[in-house]
């Protein structure tokens, strides 16, 4: 029997598994290796961290995803050895593979800045996410801090450290999250201040400046701060230092400016780029290895039109985990390998509310509740495309009703 081994259940993981058991080949064992028992929709991150209880919609367990056809290895991956074709576990025995795909995602790059990592949180994981909204919550009103009026008498100063699409959307929705804070704890509604911190001139600058103005516009606000054109040089206990000579006092620095590949495939000796990403060819496999796949955001393709590394984004990870999955299924079948074909169909970025505002492809822009139902419109293509049709209705309007309230 063939030993299939996924390393990662993230969307190009889920993408690839998919493929592969929709083939209905026999003699065939799928085995998952993840830290958790649930894939995460990682885009609605932001939500968990400014909601009060919306993070088991955004967290589908494999279980409901795959039922019986795949094995579930709840572990950590430490190492890789290709020549032997074995993973090593931090808590299980070696795991043997004929055929391998590495999807194990990006951790956060913390640049070398002195501090940065010491000090901030990162908003990768779900567990950070509920962290940032109970640091929050907890801090808005401590003891001997109400007035008279029983309002808190002190801001807390949350300092987001990059302005790209993570950074903006979080911002976005903290201020909807401080209203509903203070609505809930009577407080005052500028219990809470938010600043960002942007090397460049504008945010989202990956997006057309038009885009930029709209989203810029729609989170100003007394208690949003844009401090652009400078870099964080250094992070102390209570202060953040950038390169421009300012310094930003913070209660709770969330750190978004950028993500690195997954250290594993460097550490194991496996062919990597500059940046940790592993070398694959145009099938999706990794540099002199034909049993081995690459896909997601550990995966260092290279737009042959451009000559330049495709985005990481779940759109890109999806189509290739579908490519690599298939790619095996080839493989055991003696068949051509198919090419992956770079296609990206643009982006949607929800700022506060129900408004988003979406750059597609050939220049199309549209923003407002037309790009909020875009926004909606994916999410629940998505989980169609991994639950059955009932279970990703009912999860979507429940995670819906919840973001309402």
């Known amino acids: 029997m063939k030993q299939i081994v996924v390393l990662g259940g993230g969307f190009a993981g889920v993408a690839a598994i ?7 080949l ?21 939500e968990v961290a400014t909601s009060e ?89 401590k003891d001997g801090e109400i007035d008279e009026n029983g309002s808190c008498k002190r801001k807390v100063q949350v300092v987001i450290g990059g302005g790209g699409f993570s950074g903006t959307e979080l911002a976005a929705e903290m201020l909807t999250y401080k209203d509903r804070l203070a609505r809930q704890h009577n407080l005052s509604k500028q219990c809470l201040e938010v600043t960002i911190i942007q090397g460049s001139d504008r945010l989202l ?23 652009f054109g400078g870099h964080i040089s250094e992070v102390l206990k209570d202060k953040v230092k950038t390169d421009n000579n300012m310094e930003y006092p913070y209660d709770i620095l969330i750190w978004t400016g950028g993500v690195t590949p997954n250290h ?5 000796k496996l062919p ?66 198919k090419k992956y074909n770079y ?4 982006y949607v970025v929800p700022i506060k509310g129900r408004f988003a505002v979406a750059e597609l492809t050939f220049g199309i822009h549209f923003d407002g509740f037309l790009g909020f139902l875009l926004q909606q419109l ?13 279970k990703a209705m009912s999860k979507w309007n429940k995670f819906e009703l919840e973001m309402e309230k």
């Not at 600058?205 to 401090?227: C, G, M, W, Y």
Request: glycine share 4%; charged share 20%; aromatic share 8%.
């Open 378 to 390: 994916v999410f629940f293509r998505y989980l169609w495309g991994i639950l059955p049709p009932w």
């Open 343 to 346: 296609v990206h169909l643009g």
């Open 205 to 227: 600058n990956e997006l057309d400046k038009h885009v930029s103005d709209i989203a810029t516009k729609r989170i100003t606000s007394p208690q949003v701060k844009f401090a």
């Open 53 to 141: 209880e919306p993070q088991k919609n955004i967290a589908i367990p494999f279980k409901e995803i795959f039922a019986d056809k795949i094995n579930l290895v709840k572990d950590t991956v430490v190492s890789i050895d290709t020549n032997s074709q074995n993973i090593k576990l931090k808590e299980a025995n070696e795991l043997k593979y004929d055929y391998l795909i590495i999807a194990l995602g990006s951790e956060a790059a913390y640049f070398h800045i002195p501090g940065l990592q010491e000090n901030s949180v990162s908003l990768k994981t779900l567990s950070d996410a509920v962290m940032i909204k109970d640091k929050i919550k907890s801090m808005c009103c």
């Open 272 to 337: 990597v780029g500059k940046h940790g990403e592993l070398t694959v060819n145009e099938f999706l496999q990794v540099e002199g290895l034909q049993n081995v796949f690459a896909i997601g955001d550990v995966s260092g393709f290279i737009d042959p039109k451009t000559q330049k590394p495709i985005p990481t984004v779940a759109e890109v990870a999806e189509d290739q985990g579908a490519v690599a999955g298939e790619n095996i299924a080839n493989l055991i079948q003696q068949k051509p390998l």
């Open 18 to 24: 998919h493929k592969l058991v929709n083939k209905n």
């Open 264 to 268: 594993i495939p460097a550490n194991s």
């Open 26 to 46: 026999s003699d065939l064992s799928i085995t998952l290796i993840d830290r958790m028992d649930f894939h995460l929709f990682t885009p609605s991150l932001y």
